[in-house]
């Protein structure tokens, strides 16, 4: 079943094999494709997926660093003659979308210090706290400096029992933006914005030749935070899931009604959001069905990956949603339990497939997480569990090995180690590279080019 068809909206995949989004850290500083770029999507064509997912795309024009952007028109020859290499190197076997997202504002840690002399807000229920928590009265009618320099000589305890939960959340580990900020305008008017957004940037993704996007609904970003348990907004658009699904479909539905009808549209989307009270796996069967019953082509599942549950970062750094338990669970590691990564999520796309198809739909389901065998591949195709095998890391570690299943040539697949020395690169915004081959040299081929720190070469070789 591997390497059977499957239909995906109008389009035929010539197998069930997915390398799903991975941001590399290869984009320009102005979100533009490089040459680097090109070279990594390049590199995975060779093992011909039936699918390559191009990375998190961001869909505003606006500074993001080194993530690729499409918010503009200038962006689109860049992913053109990204889109063309995957589509010469694959000899056109594989169907290329792009993931389009969204994201709120995040901040790094700041500097104690700096932080209380100079972001935080001050009004009376603080000074109120602040003098019953220190015994001191006079602290209440103290100038604003001289009340700043007491919270910079109290205690972290003192601090964490007078701050909102918000502002100690911003001083311990940085202020992040929550759809459920609905007192900032462009919170606010995220539903009337987003759709408009997103359909941009899909039909930019059709001009460039992409075959289809995935819209972004998953990890720590606006979309899945509008799906959230979490999301409590009081707008319409949250609180019981028949209004968190609201502006995923509309986004949907005006994205469907811009770009051609032969162009592929479909979601990634959480299986469980592994924080606590956060979705959980009914509530994103649900979900699923929604979307099938509104016509999306495809529903790729991932998990966890939220802010919620992040590690504290060290001051002068952002919060990254991959270093707690929900983070590991989006990219478990051997280490994770005595389960361990492999298979892991198959009964949730099991669980999301039955209600699926109970509701008489055909859309296509992925499957992701620690999926690096045939054995395991094929047996979650054969009972249905899901109708395409998703492998990142597996892929990252040797993007032939696809090839290498399908001829037979299983013995020769480098196999991923599942211990994220790519997912800590990841993390600090290097250029991720797997350490099974980032320093090996094959006799006689070209040097090989290099990382910005000159140690590690940037595509895997031709083994
Ligand atoms: C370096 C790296 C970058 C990733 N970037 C993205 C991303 O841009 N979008 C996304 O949906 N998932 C991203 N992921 C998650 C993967 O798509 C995948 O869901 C996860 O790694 C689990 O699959 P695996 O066990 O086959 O690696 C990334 C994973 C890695 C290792
Ligand atoms: S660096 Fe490690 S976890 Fe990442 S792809 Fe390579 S072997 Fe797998």
Not at 333 to 341: F, K, L, N, Q
Request: charged share 25%; proline share 5%; glycine share 10%.
């Amino acid at each position: 079943m591997l390497f059977s068809q499957r239909r995906i909206g109008a389009r035929t995949a010539l197998g069930r094999t997915w390398v799903p989004a991975m941001v590399p850290w290869r984009a320009t500083d102005d979100g533009f494709v490089s040459d680097d770029v090109v070279d990594w999507y390049g590199r995975f064509a060779d093992g011909r997926p039936a699918v390559l997912v191009v990375e998190a795309t961001g869909i505003r024009d606006v500074p993001s660093g080194p993530l690729l952007r499409i918010g503009d028109d200038r962006f689109v020859p860049g992913l053109a003659r990204l889109a063309a290499e995957v589509r010469r190197r694959s000899g056109g076997e594989t169907l290329l979308f792009l993931q389009i997202l969204d994201f709120l504002a995040i901040k790094r840690r700041p500097e104690r210090a700096k932080f209380l002399r100079r972001f935080l807000g001050i009004d009376s229920g603080l000074r109120t706290r602040v003098a019953a928590r220190l015994g001191d009265d006079c602290v209440a009618s103290l100038d604003d400096a001289a009340f700043r320099e007491r919270l910079v000589g109290a205690t972290d305890d003192d601090l964490r029992g007078v701050l909102t939960a918000r502002d100690w959340e911003s001083l311990s580990v940085g202020f992040r933006e929550r759809v459920t900020d609905t007192d900032v305008p462009h919170v606010r008017e995220l539903p009337a914005v987003l759709p408009g957004l997103f359909a941009s940037a899909a039909r930019r993704a059709s001009d460039a030749g992409f075959d289809g996007v995935e819209l972004h609904y998953a990890h720590a970003y606006t979309m899945a935070s509008f799906l959230s348990a979490t999301n409590t907004r009081a707008d319409g658009f949250g609180g019981p899931r028949e209004q968190r699904v609201r502006l995923p479909l509309d986004v949907f539905r005006t994205v469907r009604t811009s770009v051609p009808t032969d162009f592929v549209v479909g979601c990634r989307m959480l299986a469980d959001e592994v924080v606590v009270g956060g979705t959980r796996v009914a509530d994103a069967a649900w979900f699923a069905t929604q979307f099938a019953a509104a016509g999306m082509d495809f529903i790729s599942l991932s998990k966890g990956g939220k802010f919620d549950d992040a590690k504290q970062p060290a001051v002068g750094e952002a919060a990254y949603p991959y270093t707690g338990p929900s983070g590991h669970e989006c990219m478990p590691t051997v280490r994770i339990d005595a389960r361990g990564p492999f298979g892991r999520n198959v009964a949730l796309a099991a669980a999301v497939s039955t209600a699926v198809r109970a509701a008489g739909h055909d859309t296509p389901v992925v499957a992701a997480g620690g999926l690096n065998s045939f054995e395991i591949a094929e047996a979650a195709l054969a009972r249905g569990d899901a109708d395409f095998v998703a492998a990142a890391r597996q892929s990252l570690a040797d993007p032939d090995w696809w090839l290498k299943m399908r001829s037979g040539r299983g013995a020769e697949i480098r196999r991923c180690e599942y211990t994220n020395y790519c997912e800590a690169l990841d993390q600090r915004h290097l250029q991720v590279t797997c350490r099974l081959w980032d320093r090996l040299r094959v006799p006689g081929e070209p040097e090989p080019k290099l990382s910005h720190d000159g140690r590690r070469r940037l595509v895997p070789p031709v083994a």
